[in-house]
């Protein structure tokens, strides 16, 4: 990850982006949640607690951090609690303490104010003997809101007018104590359980613990001053005051290390100064992943020694590579650029893994080249923009560049989180600009190189009638979300999946030609008929009924998708519609098509609307993926009591059944001239079934 992220950095340069370097020890703060709530304390001159704010969304605390020079959990302004108290005693705890606790907290939550009963209860649970802090967590909390922020003040010096909040907090910090923090905080919970019940839930929780197993420190806790925004231009909670002390905390820090090239006997791995290169490579947050470490080192695993060193010795970076990597991922990885340097892959292998693409020339604005791979949306199945408009963005965006774009290298690679220690680069690929918008052309092209097919969905709205839509261009991890989708043979939903293709393959699907591409499209079209063939035959019957074929609305788009990537990966073996539709195997798919079709049309009219659960077109389909000839035999035996109906058919229904037996003899005699396989190849079975979801020409 060092390269990659030292080549970031240089481009960075070359552009003039200065990324926000950030003191090692200035931490985000965790994302908010349901699991990790967090609350905002507000202090009074004296140091006592006045209110508790429950904070709901990550976007109030964005920009906050939190100066963790201890170790973990000694932190200022921002530190982490467990709840208050235990409401039952821990894994003893007998099932009619549980429910009583559950009834009493179901019971208040429906009264606009609690009862004297409630109340009584809710003093039984907050009594001294249920209190969960023991004198090791009020030790940390005392040093929390002592000595770091004291060890802070000192580091801070005197403040700017604009920024006195933190030192204020600072002041207000040390009037206070452990036990006077928790006495404080239980009144004020209680306080706003007994005055609003029904919305109680997250101060609920934060004061009583109803877990059988002990509770963790996941309450995070952001203090700030009672009259912030009244007697301070900004309150301490503010990402501009956090900025400040950043400031302050490098200027602090000394950091006059040359960034120059070293001589080569104190040079690091990259040529600089190798200053501090015995340390630990910082953490950084990065969306999705969480805590991604630049650089895992650990001497007890000997799989890491290179050229026999182990640990730093074995790649030595310097401080200054360390300050760059950093500032290149956070700056890689900002919020403001997801969708357009960076976004989440997750879906196409249900992997914890984010995509980083970006160009060796950075223009002014980002390029938004990680949507057009299909980046822009956590979930494949909402993802509403078209492919064509990404490209056509990209396109505009890396013709602002002044250099050729065959000189543009467009870096690709993504970051998998293995488990809670470990990231992975789980693939690096680079091209040229070039390169990455002509591929874009032929993509578009390729996944066009279908007959006419148009599948039934429903209205958007309820109450719509059912609607003919045409099918869409998958982004390339899309299609990889899509080979990863094994259907049962019901094809309703998909509730297992695989996974056999990553990120990667879905990249190179897109920008690798040649002989290094064919390996990976047998591969794909393989699994493109194992995994979805059940849901295409499934869509098609259905479809020659006149019905929609209902499957789980996750999977949905699905059904707009895989007929697409079918034309795409035939287009990529060069095999073209115009010459795959006179083929054997798409007319024998075409026949059976006609074939569900006129048995269909029978059954309405001879069988008065009995259709069985196999139209004879579908039923021969299994065997005609395998073995054509035979399943030939087989159709001219079943086929003859529905063309002896449509022969002597009347009316209307005689029309219809005409024009099924016109078309039924056009086909059969273009199978008939056709060169027919023993056995079908996978690229056979792929315009079998694309003959069978065709549409009828009129």
């Known amino acids: 990850m060092l390269n990659e992220l030292y080549e970031l950095s240089l481009s960075l340069e070359k552009a003039r982006i200065a990324p926000t370097e950030w003191h090692p020890d200035l931490k985000e703060l965790p994302k908010v949640s349901k699991a990790k ?364 560049i002044s250099r050729p774009l065959k000189e543009v290298e467009m870096r690709v690679f993504a970051l998998r989180k293995m488990d809670k220690a470990r990231t992975q680069i789980s693939c690096k690929r680079q091209y040229s600009a070039e390169r990455l918008i002509a591929a874009a052309t032929e993509w578009q092209t390729s996944c066009g190189n279908v007959p006419k097919i148009e599948i039934r969905q429903w209205g958007k709205e309820k109450g719509d009638k059912p609607v003919s839509q045409p099918l869409e261009v998958p982004f390339p991890l899309e299609v990889i979300w899509c080979l990863n989708t094994p259907w049962p043979k019901a094809a309703d939903d998909a509730k297992k999946r695989v996974r056999e293709f990553s990120s990667s393959d879905g990249i190179g699907l897109l920008l690798d030609e040649g002989v290094r591409l064919k390996p990976l499209l047998e591969r794909a079209l393989h699994a493109a008929i194992r995994n979805g063939g059940n849901l295409l035959m499934a869509m098609a019957h259905t479809q020659h009924q006149g019905g929609i074929h209902k499957v789980n609305g996750k999977y949905d788009k699905q059904k707009l998708l895989l007929p697409a990537i079918l034309g795409l990966l035939l287009a990529k073996l060069e095999c073209n519609k115009g010459d795959y539709m006179k083929t054997a195997p798409y007319l024998i798919g075409r026949m059976l098509s006609l074939a569900d079709q006129i048995h269909y049309h029978y059954c309405q009219h001879v069988r008065k609307g009995s259709v069985p659960s196999q139209l004879i077109g579908n039923a021969l389909m299994t065997t005609a993926l395998e073995e054509p000839v035979k399943a030939l035999a087989l159709y001219a035996q079943r086929i003859l009591p529905y063309q002896a109906w449509a022969r002597t058919a009347k009316g209307d229904e005689g029309k219809l059944a005409g024009w099924f037996l016109s078309e039924l003899g056009k086909v059969c005699s273009d199978v008939a001239l056709a060169n027919m396989p023993d056995r079908c190849a996978d690229v056979d079975k792929a315009q079998m079934m694309l003959g069978y979801l065709a549409k009828n020409e009129s």
């Open 37 to 400: 709530p967090c609350f905002k304390v507000y202090l009074a001159q004296d140091g006592a607690i006045t209110e508790i704010e429950s904070i709901g969304d990550s976007a109030q605390i964005d920009g906050l951090r939190k100066w963790q020079s201890g170790g973990n959990g000694y932190s200022f302004p921002c530190f982490n609690v467990r709840p208050l108290f235990k409401a039952y005693a821990g894994s003893g705890a007998k099932d009619i303490e549980k429910k009583k606790f559950d009834d009493w907290l179901k019971g208040f939550k429906k009264a606009q104010v609690l009862n004297d009963a409630a109340a009584s209860e809710l003093e039984s649970y907050t009594e001294n003997g249920n209190a969960l802090w023991g004198d090791e967590d009020k030790k940390r909390i005392a040093t929390c809101l002592g000595s770091i922020p004291s060890k802070l003040n000192a580091m801070l010096g005197e403040p700017p007018d604009e920024y006195r909040a933190m030192t204020a907090l600072i002041e207000r910090c040390r009037k206070t104590t452990a036990d006077k923090f928790f006495q404080q905080l239980a009144r004020l919970l209680k306080e706003h359980i007994r005055n609003n019940p029904t919305t109680c839930d997250n101060y609920t929780g934060f004061l009583l613990h109803c877990g059988t197993n002990p509770p963790n420190n996941d309450v995070q806790i952001v203090l700030e001053l009672a009259d912030g925004l009244s007697a301070f231009p900004l309150p301490a909670a503010h990402s501009t005051v956090h900025g400040w002390v950043n400031r302050q905390l490098l200027t602090h820090g000394g950091d006059e290390s040359s960034g120059g090239v070293a001589s080569s006997v104190h040079a690091d791995a990259f040529g600089f100064i190798s200053e501090d290169w015995k340390s630990k490579l910082a953490e950084v947050n990065v969306p999705i992943l969480g805590g991604v470490k630049l650089r895992a080192m650990n001497p007890e695993s000997p799989c890491q020694t290179r050229y026999r060193q182990i640990d730093a010795t074995s790649f030595v970076v310097g401080k200054e590579i360390r300050k760059r990597v950093k500032g290149a991922l956070e700056w890689l990885t900002d919020d403001e650029r997801q969708g357009k340097t960076w976004g989440n892959v997750s879906f196409a292998r249900d992997d914890k893994e984010i995509l980083l693409v970006y160009p060796s020339e950075l223009p002014k604005a980002p390029v938004a080249a990680v949507a057009m791979f299909g980046g822009a949306a956590t979930n494949a199945a909402t993802q509403s923009a078209r492919f064509v408009d990404y490209a056509e963005d990209v396109a505009k965006a890396l013709h602002t």
